[in-house]
C-alpha cells in the first residue's frame, strides 16, 4: 500500500515551459487536492476534486489547470511556468465527507528560472 | 471565510520539558480542527483532529491537543518533548458548514527540541 505518491520528486524548468505533476493514490479515496508551499505561508489550495471528472478552484489556481480522468490519479499542469510558480507542491487524498482526515504525498520541488 | 494562526515561527524547548505550539482559528460554522507535522524534505504527516466530542484529543507520538471554543484555540501539547519531535508542525481548520473537504493551514510553528 504506497498511499499518495507523486512524480516527478523535482524539476527544474525555463520560463514559459509546460510541465505536468502527477498525483496517485491507492486507498480508493473519492477526494483529492492539489496544495503548494512556500516558506512562512503554509500550505495553499490551488485545485481540487470531489471525484472522477471533476475539478474545482481553490484558493490560488491562478496559472495551473488540472484533470482527473481517473479516480486514482490527479494531475497538475503548468502551461506557462513563471518564475513566481517556484515552490513545493504537494498532492493529498481524502475519503468523502466533512472532517475526513487528507493523507500527503511525498511532494514536488520545482524551480521556474 | 476560515483562517488559522499560528502566532509563534518558531518554538525552542528542552528535552523532557512540556512542549506547546499554538493555533487559533477563526469560522463561521462549527470548526474541525487538524494538526499535522512536517519532517526535512517529506510530507504533511497527520498528527491528530478534532471533529466532536471530547475537547482533549489524543493524537500519535504522545501528542494531544485541547479544543477551546471560547478562546478558539487548538494547541498542540506533549508532557515531555524528544530531540526527535524537531520539525515543523501545521495547524488546518475546515468550516464544518462549508462545502467540499476544504483546509486552511496555518503559517507552521519550527519546533527545535534541544538535547
Known amino acids: 500500500n504506497a498511499g499518495v505518491t507523486q512524480t516527478p520528486k523535482f524539476r527544474v524548468l525555463k520560463t514559459g515551459q509546460s510541465m505536468t505533476l502527477l498525483c496517485a493514490q491507492d486507498?480508493?479515496?473519492?477526494?483529492m487536492y492539489w496544495y503548494r508551499q512556500d516558506p512562512g505561508m503554509g500550505l495553499r489550495l490551488i485545485h481540487y476534486?470531489?471525484?472522477?471528472?471533476?475539478?474545482a478552484k481553490g484558493e490560488v489556481p491562478d496559472g495551473y489547470n488540472v484533470s482527473r480522468l481517473k479516480k486514482q490519479n490527479f494531475l497538475l499542469g503548468l502551461e506557462s511556468a513563471a518564475p513566481s510558480q517556484t515552490s513545493v507542491y504537494f498532492c493529498a487524498s481524502s475519503l468523502a465527507g466533512p472532517g475526513r482526515t487528507q493523507y500527503f504525498g511525498p511532494g514536488t520541488r520545482l524551480t521556474v528560472l | 471565510a476560515q483562517s488559522v494562526a499560528q502566532p509563534e515561527d518558531q518554538v525552542n524547548v528542552a528535552e523532557g520539558n512540556p512542549l506547546t505550539v499554538k493555533c487559533t482559528y477563526s469560522?463561521?460554522?462549527?470548526?474541525?480542527l487538524f494538526w499535522y507535522v512536517q519532517y526535512p524534505n517529506r510530507g504533511l504527516q497527520f498528527l491528530l483532529k478534532y471533529i466532536t466530542g471530547d475537547n482533549l484529543v489524543k493524537g500519535s507520538y504522545g501528542f494531544e491537543a485541547e479544543f477551546n471554543k471560547s478562546q478558539t484555540s487548538f494547541h498542540l501539547k506533549k508532557p515531555s518533548a524528544l530531540v526527535s519531535d524537531s520539525a515543523l508542525y501545521f495547524c488546518a481548520v475546515r468550516d464544518g458548514g462549508a462545502a467540499g473537504n476544504k483546509l486552511t493551514f496555518g503559517g507552521g510553528t519550527r519546533v527545535l527540541v534541544k538535547p
Open positions: 469560522v463561521s460554522g462549527n470548526p474541525y
Open positions: 486507498m480508493n479515496h473519492e477526494y
Open positions: 476534486s470531489v471525484g472522477e471528472g471533476t475539478t
